[in-house]
C-alpha cells in the first residue's frame, strides 16, 4: 500500500522504519485558554512530561456504586451480551469490554459532559470535542487476560482515519486498582515519539484484535529503549480515580491474577478539528462502536447531581 500524501504519521508498513519525534503539539491550548480550566500549570507541565495525570478520589463512592450496579446488570443483559460492542475473553464467555456504554444509560452519558471533564478537555485539546470511543474493560479475578503495549493513536490512525494527535481517554477506575489485578501501566515519556508498525491489516482487523492485539504493537527494541530512558509506571488508587493519558502515550496492562476484578471505564475525546477521514491503513472503516463518525458534535456540560473533585 502506498503512503497517502496527507498521511504525518505511517504505519502498518512491510518492513521495520525508525520511530521519529511526534509531529503534534501533546497541549494544544495556549495563552489565556490554556489557565481556563482546572488543570493547573503544574499538572499541565506534568502532562506535557509524561503525557498522564492521576487524580484519585475524582468520583464519589456514591457514584462508582451506581455505575457497578449497571455493570453488574450489563453482564445479565442479553442484548447486551449479543451486541456487537460486546468482546469476550479468548475462548471464554467472560466479558472482556463493552463498548458505545455512553449510549447505554443517561447516568454514563451524563458522565461523559461532566462540566469538570470538559473544562480539562478543552484545555487539553484547544477546542470543543466529542465522544470518539466510550468503553468498559473488565477483568474479572484469576483468569483476565491482559493488554499488549501499543498506542491508541496508532490504531486510530491506521484503522480509523483519526489524522492528528488531538484525542485524549479518561480511565475512571470502578473497582480498587492495585498491584495485583492487572492496573494500568505507562510508559511516561511515550507519548513524545511515534513508533511505526509492521504488518498489512487485514480487513475486519478488530474482530480478532479487541480479543488480543498482534497488529499495532510496537517492536520489542523500540519498547526496550524506551522504557530503559523513562522506565514504567502502573498508576494504583481506590474505585473513583482517575487517569488521564494522552492518546498516543504508550501503554498495556498485565493479567489479573488475584481474585479481585478489575473493571474501568474510558471515555476518548476527540477535537472537532479532528474528525474522522478513510482508514489511512487503506481499508474501510471500523464499526461507529469503535471510531465514531456520525455524532460529532461538540459536546455540551450537563451539570452533575453529586460532588467530584480533580484532587
Known amino acids: 500500500m502506498e503512503t497517502r500524501a496527507d498521511d504525518f504519521y505511517p504505519t502498518r508498513l512491510e518492513r521495520p522504519t525508525l520511530s521519529f519525534d511526534r509531529l503534534d503539539p501533546v497541549i494544544h491550548s495556549s495563552g489565556e485558554s490554556r489557565t481556563q480550566g482546572p488543570l493547573s500549570e503544574t499538572d499541565l507541565a506534568r502532562y506535557e512530561r509524561d503525557g498522564f495525570l492521576v487524580f484519585n478520589g475524582f468520583l464519589d463512592q456514591q457514584s462508582v456504586r451506581q455505575f457497578r450496579d449497571d ?83 496508532e490504531t486510530w490512525h491506521a484503522e480509523d482515519g483519526m489524522p492528528r494527535m488531538r484525542a485524549v481517554s479518561f480511565s475512571i477506575a470502578l473497582t480498587d486498582n492495585t498491584p495485583f489485578n492487572g492496573p494500568l501501566m505507562l510508559i511516561p515519556g511515550s507519548h513524545k515519539r511515534f513508533v511505526p508498525c509492521v504488518g498489512r491489516t487485514p480487513e475486519d482487523n478488530y474482530k480478532s484484535s479487541l480479543k488480543k492485539q498482534e497488529l499495532g504493537v510496537p517492536n520489542d527494541d523500540d519498547l526496550a529503549e524506551l522504557v530503559d530512558q523513562h522506565g514504567i509506571q502502573a498508576p494504583t488508587g481506590a474505585a473513583g480515580s482517575l487517569i488521564i493519558f494522552e492518546c498516543n502515550t504508550l501503554h498495556a496492562s498485565n493479567a489479573n491474577m488475584s481474585p479481585c476484578p478489575r473493571s474501568n471505564l474510558f471515555f476518548v475525546y476527540n477535537s472537532v478539528e479532528n474528525r474522522l477521514e478513510s482508514p489511512f491503513c487503506g481499508n474501510k472503516p471500523r464499526p461507529e462502536f469503535l471510531g465514531n463518525r456520525t455524532n460529532t458534535d461538540a459536546l455540551t456540560a450537563i451539570e452533575v447531581d453529586s460532588p467530584r473533585r480533580t484532587g
Open 71 to 153: 455493570l453488574r446488570a450489563y453482564e445479565h443483559d442479553d442484548e447486551v451480551l449479543r451486541s456487537e460492542g460486546t468482546i469476550t475473553e479468548p475462548g471464554k464467555r467472560e466479558i472482556r469490554s463493552i463498548f458505545g456504554v455512553h449510549e447505554l444509560s443517561n447516568r454514563f452519558d451524563r458522565l461523559t459532559r461532566d462540566p469538570r471533564i470538559l473544562d480539562m478537555v478543552r484545555q487539553l485539546l484547544g477546542s470543543d470535542a466529542y465522544i470518539h470511543q466510550s468503553r468498559i474493560n473488565f477483568k474479572p479475578g484469576f483468569h483476565g487476560k491482559g493488554f499488549d503495549w501499543h498506542s491508541d493513536f
